[in-house]
């Protein structure tokens, strides 16, 4: 008998999901993915004692990639399923100054009411929905998430949630083959446009609109499950999803950033850690809530006095009058530093996924584009790829390599000129298009930035 338990013990925990939702120790792991197809749900159940369940109030959430009002529902054990828009949610500062849901920011920070008696004393059921696609989303994160009380109090404490470790991920196939092939498919893989119906084929693969080797999904450790997710949302199999993720997992590259981290995001330490892990920013915590909390950061004796991870330092910063008053011509010496990188401000820049082009350029302008001398200045035979390899010899001279972007760059609206320059009126089309291109060109300059060690 004790080997029969043995054995169905064993089956069971072979059982268990890389990457399941609560941890050995019962905490919930973050974040929440929702990604997938239409109506795809996310479920996680909870426990609240007697006073927690009758003092919730609201649900509170943050959340990554909500970008239209019909993409995602939230259901509490037997309530109606909520949608999340900006009628149905409050939004925070301050990404509800730049206009919530469907407007600047990748990550906000929503309350949703929730109706008395919706918490229940014991197990408690949450259910995370991604609706339906709008033919760019493929679902969303949620990065944390939490009752609150009418006072506004988080009822559950941090020690009941915990994030999940890129550096604890396996892939899915990690055998040599599998991953040659997820190679070969983020190369080569024929894909539609989106998952719509009757969505068109298009002529770009994986490694045009990313990094040409994927390194950025490896950088911005974006997960398994989203990787197979994007994969089917370009019309390939789960198989071949997860090849791909597979090829990802298997880079030797270095991984700081999140998909939610926004790049670039500038926070205090950021010059403390290798340059490399510059793009990945200082993370969601240094977006301020109001513009006048940089003014701490911004004078430098008042930075080392208020040393704090605080992502709202404008609650116990010195009176604003008192910090105009230390603002001398001194500070802004022109052989000063004032550095930009260390300077939180209360602006979210874009996350990753809105630096990817909606359209690849030879998806946009066809043939226009692959025989221009924007597309093969980079990588062509005289290529922007072709110069920084050669620049890797210790004999090399770098001298040439600033200019050969600034030429890029002049090619790019020499190219774009032909298609803009005598337009009156801009259709959402052109505009994708244009927008896209440039994008394009942003991915590739940071690809050969961090493959080159620029």
Request: hydrophobic share 40%; with cysteine; proline share 8%.
């Amino acid at each position: 008998m004790w080997r029969e338990l043995l054995v169905r013990l064993l089956l069971g925990v072979l059982a268990i999901p890389i990457g399941s939702a609560e941890t050995p120790s019962g905490r919930t792991l973050l974040p929440i993915e929702v990604v997938g197809a239409d109506g795809t749900t996310v479920t996680r159940t909870l426990a609240l004692d007697t006073a927690q369940s009758e003092s919730v109030r609201s649900l509170w959430l943050q959340v990554h990639g909500l970008r239209y009002p019909q993409q995602a529902s939230v259901q509490v054990n037997a309530s109606p399923w909520i949608p999340l828009n900006n009628d149905t949610v409050t939004v925070a500062a301050p990404g509800g100054k730049f206009g919530g849901i469907g407007g600047g920011f990748a990550t906000l920070v929503l309350t949703l009411p929730l109706p008395n008696g919706t918490a229940l004393a014991g197990a408690n059921t949450v259910r995370f929905r991604f609706n339906q696609s709008d033919g760019l989303a493929s679902g969303y994160r949620v990065v944390a998430w939490n009752f609150l009380t009418n006072e506004g109090n988080k009822v559950l404490p941090p020690s009941d949630f915990v994030e999940d470790t890129p550096e604890t991920w396996r892939s899915p196939r990690p055998d040599a083959a599998s991953i040659h092939a997820g190679q070969d498919l983020w190369h080569a893989a024929s894909l539609v446009a989106n998952s719509l119906p009757n969505s068109p084929r298009i002529q770009a693969h994986c490694a045009d609109c990313h990094a040409h080797d994927g390194r950025d999904l490896k950088y911005f450790n974006f997960s398994n499950a989203s990787i197979v997710a994007r994969s089917r949302f370009h019309g390939l199999t789960t198989l071949e999803g997860e090849e791909i993720a597979s090829y990802i997992r298997s880079l030797p590259l270095p991984n700081p950033g999140r998909p939610w981290n926004p790049p670039y995001q500038p926070g205090p330490g950021l010059d403390e850690q290798p340059i490399s892990n510059w793009s990945a920013g200082a993370g969601l915590t240094w977006v301020l809530n109001q513009d006048t909390a940089a003014l701490t950061y911004l004078l430098a004796d008042q930075r080392r006095r208020w040393n704090t991870t605080d992502s709202y330092p404008a609650g116990n910063s010195p009176d604003l009058q008192e910090l105009v008053g230390q603002i001398t011509p001194d500070l802004f010496r022109p052989d000063g530093n004032l550095n930009p990188r260390e300077i939180p401000i209360d602006l979210q820049l874009p996350d990753w996924s809105q630096w990817l082009p909606r359209i690849h350029p030879k998806d946009a302008w066809g043939p226009a584009f692959t025989h221009s001398n924007f597309a093969t200045m980079y990588d062509g035979a005289a290529s922007l790829r072709t110069l920084l390899t050669t620049a890797q010899t210790p004999s090399s001279n770098l001298r040439g390599v600033v200019p050969a972007f600034r030429r890029w760059s002049r090619s790019r609206r020499a190219f774009l000129g032909h298609f803009v320059r005598a337009k009156t009126v801009w259709s959402v089309d052109l505009t994708n298009k244009v927008y896209s291109t440039q994008l394009w060109q942003l991915v590739k300059t940071w690809e050969m930035t961090q493959e080159f060690g620029l």
